[in-house]
């Protein structure tokens, strides 16, 4: 069975840290490129951060370059999403993705989603 679960979301103040991880199962997670979106309240769906599978790039979503980090660990199967300068406006309901076709912060190409984690950033 193939799943990707999400954790690491919590309630946090502005300017602070959190790091969430993105846990891969029933696929090769190697061979799958991984991609965070997220979905503010009544906002659209948005692209944040994307890592290709075979040359290990990085893009970024402006809102977030600079404060945002993607990496995965390939031992563990498991993508993680260091979120740190949180502001609130990065409240959102955040989820990954694996596609194996994938590339950037569009959502074409994604093969398998998660169910997400709640991110909220309020002082």
């Known amino acids: 069975e193939v799943q990707l679960v999400e954790s690491g979301g919590g309630s946090v103040q502005p300017g602070g840290s959190l790091r969430l991880s993105c846990a891969a199962s029933?696929?090769?997670?190697?061979?799958?490129?991984i991609g965070w979106f997220r979905r503010a309240p009544g906002k659209e769906r948005e692209g944040v951060s994307y890592?290709?599978?075979?040359?290990?790039?990085?893009y970024y979503a402006d809102s977030v370059k600079g404060r945002f980090t993607i990496s995965s660990d390939y031992t563990k199967n498991t993508n993680y999403l260091q979120m740190d300068q949180l502001k609130p406006d990065d409240t959102a309901l955040y989820y990954c993705?694996?596609?194996?076709?994938?590339?950037?912060?569009?959502?074409?190409?994604?093969?398998?989603w998660g169910q997400g984690t709640e991110v909220t950033v309020s002082s």
């Open positions: 890592i290709n599978r075979a040359s290990g790039s990085a």
């Open positions: 993705a694996a596609g194996r076709w994938a590339y950037g912060l569009g959502t074409d190409g994604y093969d398998y």
């Open positions: 029933g696929f090769p997670f190697a061979e799958y490129s």
